[in-house]
């Protein structure tokens, strides 16, 4: 077993690439992926758990990544949005749904969202609207009102051959 | 506001045995499990501890057996995993209900049954409901294994009755007996089911007939601990659970039992005024349910 130590090697896989890194035992997940990482996509809001703007995938569970130790996730595979769209620059059907259906105005909330809706979407491919609502509880947006984010969720739910 | 937690010491145990004998042994050691309330409660430094033993990925801790009278529960199940488990739809189905309400898909990933009753958030929805269906906390420490019920587990705002050097690692919960319903309704800030005013939680067996044969109504947020309605339950038993028999029996109500806070989410006296209102509906909800004989 290993000793209490004020910091840790840790290996986490983001986005399809794996990291070995140092890590501070008080480092939050987001700061890691944010600040030591450089993925600075995933955004940090709140700070407190309420917002869900940093929103990521760790090990096919959604979690707001400022509420978990970076140390924590040491063996994780974590999916932030930067994994989202394909090499090519072309976007990820949720993305093109978000697109479509203008479900982002300011946008700092949006890489949470879309995680949260990835994540509904592959543990219930065909939520109904309270569902989606249910879903996307955890993020705060400020600026849509979540119509036309719920529109935008709803468009993939309908359609049965969108894989996610 | 960049919220830099203290510097701190971290280990991952492999064994309960092991996290055990590291909280008995380090100084000042507090066990981080799924981090929902912990996190929080370091980035603004309202408690904190030198070292956290982080004991999330302890296979001891996620186990949910069935017994004959009940369901023992691993301390480390995550709210996500008890909403999913077979065994406790079957068996306490109001607790996948009651647990599919709790904030939201990021907590319920990471937050768990033991992390929640050991934080005993006055306005959470476990403590009510876990002490009204009866359950009975397992605690291991240098010492050994002690049963605590959740009437002594409880004790007051954010403290339980574990001693220095003893974790929680499983929950005992009676099987839902025929007959029998649970109900669970709390006054949540703006209905968000995240910061409970007060929540009214109850279970009831009827008898052949009809009446009510057993029931226990417990109200949170109305006092420093869960709070059983003792001579409401009196005024019930007995009865055909009617609505005149609950004016009767709501109509006992001692008073002189509630203490609630007084902040900014509800003045006291609101609280003890929606104690009957929901620990009522509570009781409707839970003889609702055991009319049917089964959940929906």
């Known amino acids: 077993m290993t000793e209490p130590a004020k910091s840790k090697t840790i290996r986490v896989t983001v986005d399809g690439i794996e990291y070995t890194r140092d890590v501070e035992a008080r480092t939050l997940l987001v700061r890691f992926i944010r600040e030591a990482l450089n993925h600075t996509g995933t955004h940090f809001g709140c700070d407190t758990g309420h917002c869900g703007s940093c929103s990521v995938i760790v090990d096919g569970k959604v979690v707001k990544s400022c509420m978990v130790l970076a140390v924590q996730a040491d063996g994780a595979d974590i999916e932030t949005v930067e994994g989202l769209a394909n090499p090519d620059g072309s976007l990820h059907p949720i993305q093109q749904a978000f697109s479509q259906y203008h479900a982002l105005q300011c946008g700092f909330c949006t890489p949470g969202v879309l995680m949260a809706a990835k994540y509904l979407l592959e543990t219930n491919p065909h939520p109904n609207e309270e569902e989606i609502r249910r879903g996307i509880k955890g993020n705060l947006c400020r600026c849509t009102g979540y119509v036309n984010i719920v529109r935008a969720i709803q468009s993939l739910a309908n359609e049965e051959e969108v894989r996610v | ?296």
């Open chain 2, 1 to 296: 506001m960049a919220l830099l937690l203290r510097e701190l010491e971290y280990v991952r145990p492999d064994s309960l045995e092991d996290a055990v004998r590291l909280l008995s042994e380090l100084p000042d050691a507090g066990l981080l499990a799924g981090g929902q309330s912990l996190i929080n409660v370091l980035k603004m430094r309202i408690g904190g501890y030198s070292t956290l033993i982080d004991i999330s990925r302890l296979r001891e801790l996620k186990a949910i057996e069935v017994g004959e009278k009940s369901l023992r529960v691993g301390a480390g199940v995550t709210y996500d995993e008890l909403m999913h488990s077979m065994e406790v739809s079957l068996h306490r189905p109001t607790l996948v209900d009651v647990v599919g309400r709790i904030a939201d898909p990021q907590v319920r990933n990471r937050g768990t049954l033991g992390g929640n009753c050991c934080y005993n958030d006055p306005t959470c929805h476990l403590p009510p409901i876990l002490t009204a269906i009866g359950t009975v906390f397992e605690a291991r420490g240098s010492h050994g294994t002690r049963m605590i019920p959740a009437s002594e587990f409880f004790v007051s705002y954010y403290q339980t009755s574990l001693g220095p050097g003893e974790m929680l690692v499983a929950l005992h919960v009676p099987k839902l007996k025929s007959r029998s319903g649970d109900g669970f309704v709390p006054l949540s800030v703006g209905g968000t089911d995240v910061l409970n005013i007060i929540a009214g939680a109850a279970t009831v067996t009827l008898a052949e007939e009809g009446g009510i044969e057993e029931v226990v109504i417990v109200v949170t947020g109305a006092s420093e601990r869960p709070i059983r309605l003792e001579s409401v339950e009196e005024g019930l038993k007995g009865t055909a659970g009617q609505p005149d028999d609950a004016d009767r029996a709501f109509s006992l109500l001692d008073l002189a039992l509630l203490d609630p806070p007084d902040d900014v989410h509800a003045s006291a006296e609101y609280r003890r005024d929606m104690v009957p209102v929901f620990t009522r509906r509570a009781l409707e909800q839970a003889m609702k349910n055991a009319r049917r004989g089964i959940h929906d």
